[in-house]
């Protein structure tokens, strides 16, 4: 709802929040990714993980941390590291 894009994913109905602000959403999937990928060390997939995961994407995009949402997703449902 805070992304615009020309394919519709995004709506980016929410302009007044900046992608920069968001917090990765974390379920098991993209937990277990993010911990193979040595981005997540928090065995508990809580609220102190998300922050945790959140900050280490931001080092890779401080404007937009959580565009990496998908991708670790699919990495962990596809089960690339099982």
């Known amino acids: 709802m805070v992304r615009r894009d020309r394919m ?3 709506f980016g109905l929410w302009q007044c929040i900046s992608p920069a602000r968001l917090m990765i959403p974390l379920d098991v ?3 277990n ?3 193979v990928l ?3 060390k928090r065995k508990s997939n809580d ?3 998300v922050e945790e995961l959140t ?3 931001r080092l890779f ?3 937009d941390p959580v565009k990496y949402d998908y991708a670790l997703f699919n ?3 596809e089960e690339h590291f099982v």
């Open 8 to 10: 519709g994913v995004d």
């Open 29 to 31: 999937h993209t937990a």
């Open 33 to 35: 990714t993010a911990r």
């Open 38 to 40: 040595g981005l997540l």
């Open 47 to 49: 609220w102190t993980a």
């Open 55 to 57: 900050a280490r994407l």
């Open 61 to 63: 995009d401080p404007d």
């Open 75 to 77: 990495m962990g449902i």
